[in-house]
């Protein structure tokens, strides 16, 4: 290895953590393979996490390395909550790689740092969502720089949607879209949500995924709608002009989704990458993540009783009940009930189960009312937190099961820390990663009951239900899961994903398909 850097590599993303979280780990990871500079541009209200996040992966044989990766705040938010923001801060981060290109310093728009100039850009690493900054690089750049898509989804996800239909997808649908705002002079934005968001009763097949109704990928009502489809042209768009992609997953959980997707690119000669998991592995991680929320001493004292009051979260608590632990992740940074009073439901019965439980609730869409509030207080089991270590969480002994919304990140931290999980879905890939880990893998339970209007009600191709969605509906269905998982069937499924935990822990293991991946791309950078 030189002993300086050989490369210059821009990371990109949105603020949105599931997005953001597994870069600061890949950052590392590349830098340990082979000393090069990364530019790592975000939004704002994420320079402080991502700073924290990516020094929780050094410990004190890599220490050295973290000069390396330099965080860059955009003076722009990041989020996705509206087209206008999604334009301005991709016309920012044009601005800014602009600068990098011609060898000019570049501020941090938060901390005011100035980081310095230090070699052109080989490799832009980008959000694929972000199609219009892509094209701006291409046009800024001096060389042949290569554009990957960052894929924070799940890999089986994106086949359908955006696959050519020879390959599984449904095609390109961009230029009906075009044709159809052209003629009818409507808004571009409504007329992408027509054509690519509203779901049909079509059945989908997915390599590594049952067979579904095409309604079944949105069992939720929710706040962002209006831009969705938007944002699913600029994916398309994004994945047409990239040079190929980087997989946040893990090859043991989505095998025949990979091998799929690779030989999809590799019809138009680009490469795919699968770089999972990437949770940090070394001594500073657990400390490291605790800095991000403000309740971190609190969660650990509520965990340790716990620990102490009700057992550890193990097999043998599965199978004698000494322990009833669970962590309700309250569905990701952005995802919230159209109904909170299923959420409340769910909870009334976790509380008559009598089993304790932390509740994360990062949505800026969530609120916690009053009286959910006091009956949780009095309760004494319950703790609710913002922002919440969730790995931390994950891997203490006092947790034995993880309700999730199913995100791509939260299932990758699940299956690497050998937490099986409990599947309340809302959109995106968090219906096809719910259907692969409860009826392909086996290591996790779907709730259906909790699915609202307007599609979440209908048929259920792979059970043949059909939910009800009322609160009582809920309540009975929240007792037979809850039943099932401190019971002998939990033990089955957790035995499961704990081999599962290791499949995926190798992946980074000298020869394994991750650490292959890895070098495999290195090799690409100049040396």
């Known amino acids: ?25 890949m950052a590392l990871r590349l830098i340990e393979e082979r000393l090069l500079y990364i530019t790592f541009f975000t939004g704002p209200s994420f320079v402080k996490r991502v700073e924290n996040e990516i020094s929780r992966n050094f410990g004190p044989d890599t220490e050295h390395l973290r000069e390396l990766i330099r965080v860059v705040g955009l003076n722009s938010p990041g989020n996705f909550f509206s087209v206008k923001q999604l334009q301005v801060y991709m016309d920012v981060f044009a601005e800014a790689y602009q600068r990098i290109v011609d060898l000019q310093p570049v501020t941090c728009s938060v901390t005011g740092k100035e980081i310095k100039p230090v070699m052109a850009a080989e490799v832009i690493i980008m959000d694929f969502i972000c199609a219009p900054a892509l094209e701006a690089a291409r ?11 960052w894929m924070s989804t799940q890999a089986s996800f994106m086949i359908y949607p955006n696959a050519p239909k020879h390959w599984g997808g449904r095609g390109d649908l961009r230029p009906k879209i075009m044709e159809e705002v052209a003629t009818s002079g409507r808004p571009l934005e409504e007329v992408a949500h027509e054509v690519l968001i509203l779901p049909t009763d079509k059945v989908v097949h997915t390599p590594g995924i049952p067979p579904m109704y095409e309604h079944e990928l949105k069992p939720q009502a929710l706040p962002l709608e209006e831009i969705q489809g938007f944002i699913m042209l600029m994916v398309q768009s994004f994945l047409d002009q990239c040079d190929g992609l980087i997989l946040a997953t893990a090859e043991p959980y989505e095998t025949e989704a ?46 340790q009783k716990t620990l102490e009051t009700d057992g550890p979260g193990s097999l043998l608590y599965l199978h004698t009940k000494e322990t009833n632990s669970a962590v309700i992740d309250s569905f990701g940074s952005i995802y919230w009930s159209s109904i909170p009073e299923n959420i409340w439901a769910f909870l009334d019965v976790v509380m008559e189960k009598n089993i ?17 509030a006091e009956k949780v207080n009095a309760y004494g089991k319950g703790l609710f937190s913002k922002w919440s270590p969730q790995q931390t969480i994950l891997s203490h002994p006092a947790t034995g099961w993880f309700v999730t919304h199913c995100g791509q990140n939260s299932v990758m931290e699940a299956m690497a820390l050998g937490v099986p999980m409990i599947c309340w879905p809302y959109d995106v890939d968090q219906s096809t990663n719910a259907a692969r880990l409860s009826f392909v893998l086996d290591v996790a339970y779907e709730l259906f009951e909790v699915r609202t209007e307007p599609y979440g009600l209908k048929p259920i191709f792979r059970n043949g239900r059909t939910p009800i969605g009322t609160v009582e509906a809920i309540r009975e269905e929240a007792r037979s899961v809850l039943d099932n998982v401190f019971g002998e069937d939990g033990v089955r499924k957790r035995a499961n994903i704990k081999k599962l935990q290791d499949a995926v822990l190798n992946t980074w293991s000298e020869d394994g398909p991750a650490r292959r991946d890895l070098r495999r791309f290195v090799a690409t950078l100049p040396k």
Request: hydrophobic residues 40%; charged residues 20%.
């Open 258 to 303: 990979i091998a799929h997707i690779t030989e999809w690119y590799r019809e138009t000669s680009r490469e795919v990458y699968t770089f999972g998991h990437l949770l940090p592995v070394n001594e500073n991680a657990t400390a490291g993540e605790q800095k991000q929320s403000e309740k971190a001493e609190e969660i650990s004292e509520f965990l």
């Open 1 to 25: 290895m030189s002993s300086e850097p050989t490369a210059h590599i821009v990371f990109f993303a949105i603020e949105a953590w599931g997005h953001t979280r597994a870069l600061c780990t």
């Open 139 to 149: 046009k800024i750049s001096k060389k042949n720089v290569k554009i990957y898509a």
């Open 356 to 372: 304790p439980f932390i509740f994360s609730h990062g949505s800026p869409f969530g609120i916690i009312p009053e009286e959910v």
